[in-house]
């Protein structure tokens, strides 16, 4: 029942690539290919950005991308652009029900 | 294009009921998708409370288990949630969702709902 592992915030410099990790166990991020990322602006709904590890949905750039190894997925933005700054989640199936990393807060330096 | 769009009393007393309902425009409840309910405290993070099939069939966070209660109107298409016995830890805004495969894809815009006396 315990919420995803993410580090509190994560930064880099436009035009850079940063990586936001997201730990579980193998009774939910290793234990099914259900992971979600989600991309959250100050005062407005969380927006899909990654699904199912690595699928993105139409119209998300393809700077967006995720992977998984073991019970740690990963999303990574290249060339980061000032609109990427944001706060994201990453979601997991977890047999029954689904749980929320502690959230990212990415800086665009 | 799918919209969702909730609504509810946003001030509930201490060991009241919050009940939202989130209307749906651009689906149908009826469609093979599951409905969610998630939540966001004041500058904390996302919280999935439960979902709802067309079927009926629920799906609830172990940890609210005991006080949550989601279920659809088909005939109106929207769906609702109820949670009893609240307290301040339950101020939050509320999203409203739908989970089309695995993902929650569309989202409402949120309605906050403070817990006070």
């Known amino acids: 029942q315990s919420a995803l592992i993410q580090p509190p915030s994560a930064s880099g410099s436009p035009g850079q690539s940063v990586t936001i990790s997201c730990t579980g166990s193998?009774?939910?991020?290793?234990?099914?290919?259900?992971v979600s990322w989600y991309q959250q602006h100050p005062g407005k709904a969380p927006k899909l950005m990654i699904s199912?590890?690595?699928k993105r949905p139409s119209g998300v750039p393809d700077r967006f991308s995720g992977s998984k190894s073991g019970n740690t997925a990963s999303l990574t933005v290249s060339g980061l652009q000032a609109e990427d700054e944001a706060d994201y989640y990453c979601?997991?199936?977890?047999?029954?029900?689904?749980?929320f990393g502690g959230g990212t807060k990415l800086t665009v330096l | 294009q799918v919209q969702l769009q909730e609504s509810g009393p946003g001030l509930v007393e201490p060991s009241g009921t919050l009940s939202l309902t989130c209307a749906v425009s651009?689906?149908?409840?009826?469609?093979?998708?599951?409905w969610s309910w998630v939540r966001q405290p004041p500058n904390k993070g996302l919280e999935w409370i439960g979902e709802t099939s067309h079927k009926g069939t629920t799906n609830y966070h172990p940890s609210l288990k005991s006080r949550v209660t989601i279920s659809a109107d088909k005939s109106k298409n929207q769906f609702s949630l109820k949670l009893t016995s609240v307290t301040a830890a339950d101020t939050a805004v509320y999203y409203c969702?739908?989970?089309?495969?695995?993902?929650?894809?569309?989202w409402g815009q949120g309605a906050l709902v403070i817990v006070s006396s």
């Open positions: 651009g689906d149908s409840i009826r469609s093979g998708d599951w």
């Open positions: 969702a739908r989970a089309g495969g695995w993902k929650l894809d569309y």
């Open positions: 199912e590890v690595n």
């Open positions: 193998s009774s939910d991020v290793g234990g099914y290919n259900y």
């Open positions: 979601n997991s199936y977890a047999g029954r029900y689904w749980v």
